[in-house]
C-alpha cells in the first residue's frame, strides 16, 4: 500500500446489494486490474465485511460506508473511527446522500477520522458546497449532484473544471472525485479528461451481469482518461 492515496482514483460503492462472495470476487477483480493499471482503488463494503475485503485485498483502499461521532465509551451501537481503524479501515465516507450530515458534523468527523489515521471522503451536493466542505480538511471531496445519483444519462459536467479550481484554492492537498449517472466507459473518460482526479460507481456494476467485467473496464478507462488530461497539459 503506497503511503497516500493518489490520483488517478476510481471507486466502487457497492452498498448493500452484493453477498460476501459476490464482494470478495468483485474485490479481486478490482484489485488485479489497479495493480495492472496503476490506478488507486477504493471500496467500501458493509461494515460487517470490512476487515474481510482488507485481509483478502490489502492493496485495495477500504472504506467504510459512515461512522459516528461517538467516543469511546457507553455508546451502545455506535460504529467508532477507533474500530474502524483496528479492523483495517483505511478511511470513510461522510455526508453521503443516504447518510447525510450537518456541516458542523462533517468537520467533527473528518476530525475525529484523522485522530484515528483514517482518511475522509466528503460528499458535496453541488459546486457551492464543494469548497465549503473542502475547507474543513477531507483527503477527498465528492461532487455529486443528487439528480445525477442512480442515473445513466451520460450527463454532461460543466462544473468540472470549476469545482477543481474552487476546491484547490480551499484546500490543495485534496482530491476530487465527481460522480452521479456513471453509466460506463463514455462517462468515465469524459469526467477524467474534464479535470476529475477519480470517479466511482455503483449501479452499473452491482445490476450488471458480470459486475467484475464492468469494473475492470472502469477502472481501465480511470487510466486512459487520466493519460489523456495530462497529455494535454502545458509543457
Not at 8 to 20: D, H, V
Not at 44 to 67: C, H, N, S, Y
Amino acid at each position: 500500500m503506497p503511503l497516500e492515496l493518489t490520483a488517478p482514483f476510481f471507486e466502487i460503492g457497492p452498498k448493500n446489494y452484493l453477498s460476501r462472495k459476490e464482494l470478495l470476487e468483485l474485490a479481486a477483480a478490482a484489485a488485479t486490474v489497479a495493480a495492472a493499471c496503476d490506478v488507486s482503488v477504493i471500496i467500501t463494503p458493509p461494515i460487517l465485511d470490512l476487515e474481510t475485503v482488507k485481509a483478502r485485498e490489502p492493496e485495495l483502499w477500504v472504506f467504510a460506508q459512515g461512522m459516528d461521532l461517538a467516543g469511546p465509551g457507553p455508546s451502545t451501537g455506535a460504529l467508532l473511527p477507533e474500530a474502524l481503524a483496528q479492523v483495517g479501515a483505511d478511511g470513510v465516507l461522510l455526508n453521503h446522500p443516504e447518510r447525510a450530515i450537518s456541516d458542523d458534523d462533517v468537520a467533527a468527523g473528518i476530525g475525529r477520522a484523522r485522530g484515528c489515521g483514517l482518511l475522509s471522503m466528503v460528499w458535496a451536493a453541488d459546486e457551492n458546497q464543494a469548497p465549503k466542505l473542502a475547507s474543513y480538511g477531507p483527503d477527498i471531496v465528492v461532487c455529486e449532484p443528487r439528480r445525477l445519483i442512480g442515473a445513466a444519462a451520460h450527463a454532461d459536467r460543466p462544473w468540472i473544471p470549476r469545482v477543481r479550481k474552487a476546491v484547490a484554492e480551499a484546500a490543495p492537498h485534496a482530491l476530487v472525485m465527481h460522480g452521479g449517472g456513471i453509466a460506463d466507459s463514455s462517462d468515465v473518460l469524459h469526467v477524467m479528461t474534464q479535470g476529475a482526479d477519480g470517479t466511482r460507481c455503483t449501479s452499473a456494476i452491482v445490476h450488471a451481469s458480470d459486475g467484475s467485467a464492468i469494473a475492470r473496464s472502469l477502472i481501465h478507462a480511470v487510466r486512459l482518461g487520466w493519460d489523456q488530461r495530462i497529455a494535454q497539459l502545458p509543457a
